[in-house]
């Protein structure tokens, strides 16, 4: 007889004790029911209307929510701290974590505290039920008429970190968050990040009280805050106690120095930093002492720039987190080893010795070209585990923020991924990714990261998070490496021809070379890969250029992207940039290639061509790094050997003005000629007036000099630099000013 009632209900699981898994959905039917604890949370009911909702997306079966006061003993997801899934736990589980169990029946899903619970039931989803969400796109869902979960499972996790951030365009749909087990900023802190003057804004406060704000070079600037002003002290709190009465569900809230230089000098800040072994000194006693007024809630500050190290005596109170900052690290090589990380490796070090709460705000982009193949990829877990094993307990990993970058999905995806658990295995989260991402194209995308990151090992190139794909041109993002990659990305094409969704992911995976072929043109100009072409004696526009760019631009948009670099233009912003170009007639020149010679070198940093950045043919934009001779701190000092003696009736050029980069027009431009290079003979000079007030536009200033026709073979340009950085302009101590010119025309 029971052999026979077995038999008959063996889908309504009367006898699951005979298999090894349970029996949830049999047919597109189920007789499971969703039991809630009677007082269930906003976070428990949450989590069973998912449940509920994708167990009907896969097999059309819907299962009931229902109380515990309701429950009639049959079968059931227990989801919740219920009394019927008391019986089954075994530890404590710890923040933001939960428990899958089961028995030879039901399913048990409970979470710890926040949404550990939500978590839970998307762990469920994923690992057990093969779901997928790899972007912010709707989660793949597989059809399934039966739906099993093993029996006997027990599964409990726990976060690697308490706060966990990832800051791509995925990260801003609110079920990719939930999904992947990941927070945002913005949900946290009450006040995030640079935050002096959100506390005491300068616009409110400067102008009545200059002794609320730093004194700098001796003068009273609105840079940052002065921490020894005791007013300053009073308006912090009486701020933050207002902010934190109006938002009281607020988890952290910051008291942070403002992002650049330009700290306090006067006596009483001065002595607390000589006393702490630096400006980190009166940050952390007046952090301290305002965290001291509120017990109850937690602060956090940076570790960062003039603060990066940790003081000589005073330690971060029991209520004060550290975020440090890794930004002066390069990305070729993991935080561990790479040698521009050694500080920040200290400084870690040396604030895990007085505190154990510490956060991390990482980078995983270039900012200033987000579309620039930046193949860091490898580095992720073993930074994340670096981390991790140094008792760092939250990390902000920023991207892109919600702006299309290189591999965003895959960066986003990987990142929350070891962020949970950053002993994941690589390979099985790589090859899953690829697989259920790109499709039939996800071999030949593996094989196209792979290469990148091959490449730049063995060329030993630079990854800087303020880079250019210009300056990779002769490395791991040279035209012979960008063929190969493309070969690459023509076989992932192919692989999805017909298939109009995964061919636009594969699209806008190959957006970062379309932007560096393009950019490269720019600098190449003139010469092969250039975007001009020769047309007897002059050069002009390649005739497929202009398309190329607007297919460029058109891809863009269609990918979210919505800047091209932090603070940047836009997509339009950039086809207008291109529209310049075209439009800009070829200027030939008795200069055009000459032989240049500098007095002062041009920076390693931001080398261009060297000299013949100044003969070239090319004229700079409002990039800075791209076709701009950049010397920093000393004069333009630069002899152009036209190879004969010639008359020469005009000579002009451009230099830049970009206060952000600290780049200023030189105070005087002097042109002079010579017959032998070595007597030179002045043909002319101009002054051009400095800035006196703020001004942080970026500009091309023209200068030119009519001149008398004399013959000389050898013509010098002199631009003198500022002797100091314009006081309105906070900068470091010992910062100087650079001057930057383009191409020098002599006619």
Known sequence: MTLLLCFLTLFGNSCSSWNSDISLVSGGKSQYVIVLPADAGKNEQHAAQVL??????????????????????????????????????????????????????????????????????????????????????????????????????????????????????????NEYLEWHKLQRFEDLWGIWGHSFFKLVPPGSWFKSHPEYFALVKGVRQPTQLCLSNEAVFHIVVDTLRKAIAANPDAVYWSIAQEDGAGYCTCDLCSKADAEEGGPQGSLIRFVNKVAAQFPEQQFTTLSYLYTAKPPLHTKPAANVIVMLSTIDALRQEPLSTVTSAAAFRKNLEGWGAITSRLFVWDYTTQFTNYLAPFPDYDN??????????????????????????????Y????????????????????????????????????????????????????????????????????????????????????????????????????LPLEYTVLQQSRFFGTEQN?????????????????????????????AGVKEMAEGGTD?????????????????????????????????????????????????????????????????????????????????????????????????????????????????????????????YSVRSVPVSFQLTG??????????????????????????????????????
């Open 52 to 173: 509920q909702e994708y167990i009907k997306k896969m097999s059309g079966a819907t299962l009931g929510i229902i109380k515990e006061n309701n429950y009639k003993e049959q079968p059931a997801v227990f989801i919740g701290r219920t009394d019927h899934s008391e019986n089954i736990l075994t530890g404590k589980i710890k923040p933001e974590g939960f428990l899958l169990a089961s028995d030879n029946r039901d399913l048990y899903i409970v979470g710890g505290s926040g949404k550990g619970i939500v978590y839970g039931v998307y762990t469920l989803l994923e690992q057990y039920l093969g779901c997928r969400k790899y972007s912010q796109e709707p989660a793949m869902v597989p059809a399934k008429k039966d739906i099993r979960i093993p029996a006997k499972l027990h599964d409990m996790q726990s976060p690697a970190f308490a706060y966990r951030e990832t800051y791509y365009p995925a990260a801003f749909d």
């Open 571 to 695: 997509v339009d912003g950039y086809q207008q940039e291109w529209d310049t170009i075209f439009a800009r007639k070829w200027v030939n020149s008795l200069a055009f290639r000459a032989k240049v010679t500098l007095q002062n070198p041009p920076s390693e940093d931001y080398p261009a061509k060297g000299p013949q950045t100044l003969t070239d043919g090319l004229e700079g934009g409002k990039d800075f790094s791209l076709n701009w001779l950049f010397i920093y701190g000393k004069d333009l000092a630069a002899t152009i050997d036209l190879g004969s003696s010639q008359p020469v009736n005009k000579v002009f050029m451009h230099f830049l003005q970009d206060a952000r980069h600290y780049i200023f027009t030189p105070v005087k431009i002097t042109i002079a000629g010579s017959e032998d290079g070595n007597s030179f003979i002045e043909l002319g000079t101009q002054t051009l007036p400095p800035l006196q007030e703020e001004d």
């Open 411 to 510: 960066n986003s995806y990987m990142q929350a991924k070891y962020l949970w658990n950053p002993k994941t295995d690589a390979g099985k989260l790589q090859g899953d990714f690829m697989q259920g991402y790109y499709g039939n194209a996800g071999k030949s995308m593996q094989q196209y990261l792979d290469a990148l990151v091959n490449t730049m090992k063995q060329t030993k190139a630079r990854l800087d998070i303020y880079g250019n794909p210009v300056a990779n041109a002769k490395d791991y993002l040279s035209p012979k490496a960008i063929d190969a990659y493309s070969q690459l990305l023509d076989k992932a094409e192919a692989a999805v021809d017909g298939q109009p969704a995964l061919l636009k992911r594969v699209y806008a995976a190959r």
């Open 530 to 558: 250039g975007y001009l072409v020769a047309n007897g004696k002059e050069y002009t526009v390649n005739p497929r250029w202009p398309e190329r760019v607007q297919k460029f631009t058109a891809l863009c948009k269609n």
């Open 380 to 409: 992720l877990q073993a930074n994340l585990q670096y981390l991790s094993d140094h008792r760092v307990s939250g990390v902000f990993s920023q991207g892109s923020g919600d702006t299309y970058s290189d591999m965003a999905e």
């Open 710 to 747: 004399k013959a000389v073979r050898y013509v010098r340009v002199t631009g003198i630099c500022p002797a100091d950085i314009p006081q309105w302009r906070e900068a470091a101590a010992g910062k100087r000013p650079a001057v930057c010119c383009d191409e020098v025309y002599v006619q």
